[in-house]
């Protein structure tokens, strides 16, 4: 079989993980190197956009799809009758520095099926790794599907030249992966999440103590009288996974809701300190188990858990406020407005907020409002009391806020907030990503 | 008093002599050179060759007088200094004649009409920038030996054929779109050529992340503003050049072949693909070409994928 066939059998095969981000990661660059690649630091880069709306910032492939394992809701699972294939490690490391070099990618996001053993599966996906740093002194990014049941060696191998760690939690509940997954174990998941947290931690410490060693050294600052110029004291610290780990859920292959959903990923926030949890909804897969739902959830599904994800993390709400109570007693996300505001709605009493005296965390729950236009109200409001007028220019969409502020010459009408249509109104233009019908083109 | 500027060091040059006397913004224009429309507009500043750019220690103090202009404008301002708009140096000069004599935190107030203007050049030259580097598009064009080899439309020339100066280069200037980009080829070295075309003159601001990146690679980006050619040492500027016919790569195929087999025709979000790579681009990315056909496609492989799925259900 040619590289190309296998590319399209890999690729087809890798596209069901959510995960293309090539951020996090330390700075490094290529000079003074013979090899190529940089990292920012901060955010990577998405270098094209498939329709599918997903970024495309990695070379996302599978090592092999041939698999032991029979997962149901997986298009590799053993009993599938797809076809198969397997790449040498070499034509891996080919393909990445092939499409680096021609900036197609950011570098390599390499998950696998189980072949043989989990040890063995694992051994193959470090030695791409370690082929691509050690015998081509690649610098760009790399991130490595996990096997969970490999021996804790290896995850420490894999550590040393990867950026980023991955582990799939799969399911957002232990007993539908004990009735889905039969081979998987969610204590075996935990349990290696945990090596990698302790891993990324050591690695972290490490990190502080050699920056506080190095501004203990005098020579470091005082170098002024030693001709070799300024001596470089810091201890060379063993790198691992220095862009942390992250997880994915398949939505809508069970029935749990999304408060158990979001329930779920705030456990692995707090207790692996993941960087992300991605939501990936269920895609209706060829020969599909019959443990299955026949159709796809609603890809809005999907958008929302995004947005209250990003809810429970930055704008200090918990799982209860948006998913649970009041809001949701049923403890499904709302498809038609986004979680904020149906929070909101289901909140009148809190507001209109007052923009000129809000603190920060308050103006974050306004719906419509962002942490980077709450920024620009405080910056804005220590030149003037802000007028409604002004919020446009700070860029906040005025349609959107008007019914949950008030401004020195602006108060919501009394009965806009009590009004039974305000959910309606607000719907209109709310629905920007929803999934569109075919045939725009 | 008019000031026609052609780059941001002659900008910063004037400014700093007319904030000095206090001239205020009313009485001076900054103009951007006749005949060269918004586009075009700078020839290259060879500032962006050196990292070193003292670019507020020149403002900071002039005889003593602290002239309160923070190193954060400065950088931002050379940014600025890249946008095509005509009015960029009027703008700028205003906003620095505003931060010494009226307000020193005025850049902090988001609703001020210069303050916002200022923000949104500096969105749109970064927001190019950003752009620049995710979809620049490098194509190999071999190997080379011999000398003054012509690969089609790409003329290729000795390194040594380019007089290098310093940090400065020799070929700045307007733009000839009529000629084919010179392209030094070292020999027996592989050399990737990408063409781009910018919405603002920023190929001096983004060279250096390629080069970067790129180190151990011969590259050159040719753009019809201006060309930036690597060999793993420095970065040679030369005028702008015409979109080059440039010969097949490999390995374009495998890329397509990925890019069509990453898609997932359960999901179709074409408005979140083109709010992140706009139309404008496409002509330049090989991968948009099959966007038209994996969109037809894609309804009739999800309906094979439930039949296969329904069928499996019934047995």
Redesign the interface.
């Known amino acids: 079989m040619n590289?190309?066939s296998k590319?399209?059998?890999l690729?087809?095969a890798?596209?069901?993980d959510a995960s293309c981000a090539s951020s996090g990661t330390v700075e490094r660059?290529?000079?003074?190197?013979?090899?190529?690649?940089?990292t920012s630091g901060g955010m990577g880069?998405?270098?094209?956009?498939?329709?599918?709306?997903?970024?495309?910032s990695l070379?996302?492939?599978l090592l092999t799809n041939f698999c032991l394992f029979d997962c149901a809701y997986c298009i590799n699972r053993s009993s599938s009758p797809v076809a198969r294939a397997r790449f040498k490690p070499e034509e891996v490391v080919k393909?990445t520095l092939?499409?680096y070099?021609?900036?197609?990618i950011e570098g390599l996001f390499l998950s696998s099926g189980i072949i043989q053993s989990a040890d063995y599966t694992m051994e193959q996906l470090v030695e791409v790794a370690r082929s691509l740093r050690e015998d081509y002194d690649f610098r760009g990014y790399i991130h490595l599907k996990t096997i969970p049941e490999a021996a804790p060696e290896l995850l420490a191998l894999a550590g040393r030249y990867a950026d980023r760690l991955s582990i799939n939690i799969e399911l957002p509940q232990d007993q539908s992966l004990v009735l889905l997954a039969p081979e998987k174990n969610a204590g075996t998941i935990r349990q290696s999440m945990g090596v990698l947290k302790n891993g990324i931690d050591e690695y972290k410490d490490n990190k502080k103590s050699a920056k506080a060693i190095k501004s203990l050294t005098p020579a470091a600052g005082g170098s002024r009288f030693n001709h070799a110029g300024p001596v470089r004291r810091r201890a060379k610290v063993p790198i691992y996974a220095p862009a942390g780990q992250s997880t994915q859920m398949i939505v809508g292959a069970d029935s749990s809701n999304d408060k158990a959903i979001l329930t779920t990923a705030k456990g692995l926030y707090q207790g692996f300190q993941m960087r992300r949890v991605y939501y990936s909804?269920y895609?209706?897969?060829?020969?599909?188990?019959?443990a299955l739902p026949?159709m796809?959830p609603p890809?809005m599904r999907e958008h929302r858990l995004y947005q209250a994800d990003w809810l429970l993390r930055f704008y200090g709400f918990s799982v209860q406020e948006i998913a649970g109570g009041a809001t949701r007693p049923n403890g499904m996300l709302d498809l038609d407005i986004d979680p904020k505001l149906a929070w909101a709605l289901a909140n009148r009493q809190l507001f209109p907020i007052n923009i000129n005296r809000a603190p920060k965390e308050q103006l974050l729950r306004i719906p419509g409002i962002g942490a980077v236009g709450a920024q620009?109200i405080i910056?804005?409001r220590?030149?003037?009391v802000?007028r409604f007028d002004?919020l446009v220019?700070?860029k906040i969409s005025v349609k959107k806020v008007a019914p949950f502020v008030e401004t020195l010459d602006f108060n919501p009408h009394l009965n806009t907030l009590d009004s039974h249509n305000l959910r309606q109104q607000l719907m209109v233009s709310n629905n920007?990503?929803a999934?569109?019908q075919?045939g725009?083109? | 008093m008019e000031f026609v500027i052609e780059n941001f060091t002659q900008w910063r040059n004037y400014s700093r002599a007319l904030l000095l006397e206090g001239i205020a913004p009313e009485q001076v224009s900054f103009t951007i050179p006749h005949g060269s429309g918004d586009l075009f507009g700078s020839p290259i500043d060879s500032l962006s060759l050196t990292r070193e750019i003292k670019l507020s220690g020149a403002l900071k103090k002039v005889n003593g007088k602290p002239l309160g202009i923070s190193r954060e404008f400065m950088r931002q301002a050379y940014w600025v200094g890249h946008h095509s708009s005509a009015q960029r140096w009027q703008l700028l000069y205003s906003l620095a004649w505003r931060q010494i004599y009226q307000d020193k935190k005025l850049l902090q107030n988001p609703v001020d009409e210069q303050v916002a203007l200022f923000h949104r050049l500096l969105k749109a030259v970064s927001r190019d920038h950003h752009k620049m580097k995710a979809f620049v598009r490098f194509q190999s064009i071999g190997e080379f030996s011999g000398e003054g080899k012509v690969y089609q439309a790409v003329e290729i020339i000795e390194p040594e054929q380019l007089h290098v100066d310093g940090a400065r280069h020799k070929y700045g200037g307007r733009s000839n779109q009529s000629k084919p980009c010179k392209v030094m080829a070292a020999e027996e070295t592989e050399h990737f050529v990408a063409w781009f075309e910018p919405d603002h003159a920023i190929l001096p601001l983004v060279a250096p992340f390629f080069a970067k990146r790129f180190s151990s690679m011969s590259w050159s980006i040719l753009t019809p503003h201006e060309c930036v050619h690597w060999h793993q040492e420095q970065l040679v500027f030369t005028q702008g050049a015409a979109r080059p016919p440039l010969p097949e790569d490999k390995t374009e195929q495998l890329w397509l072949q990925y890019y069509a087999s990453i898609f997932n025709p359960a999901r179709v979000k074409v408005n979140a693909m083109q709010s992140e790579m706009a139309k404008k681009y496409w002509k330049n990315l090989p991968e948009a070409q099959l966007i038209q056909t994996l969109l037809q496609r894609a309804s009739s492989r999800v309906d094979v994928m439930f039949r296969l799925g329904n069928a499996d259900k019934g047995k």
């Open positions: 590289i190309q590319l399209a059998i690729a087809d890798a596209k069901y660059n290529s000079r003074a190197g013979k090899g190529v690649g940089s880069i998405c270098h094209s956009y498939a329709p599918d709306g997903r970024c495309i070379l996302k492939i393909l092939d499409f070099k021609r900036n197609y909804a895609s209706p897969i060829q020969h599909a188990s019959k026949a796809s890809l620009r910056n804005a220590r030149f003037k802000l002004d220019k700070c920007k990503w999934p569109e075919l725009l083109f």
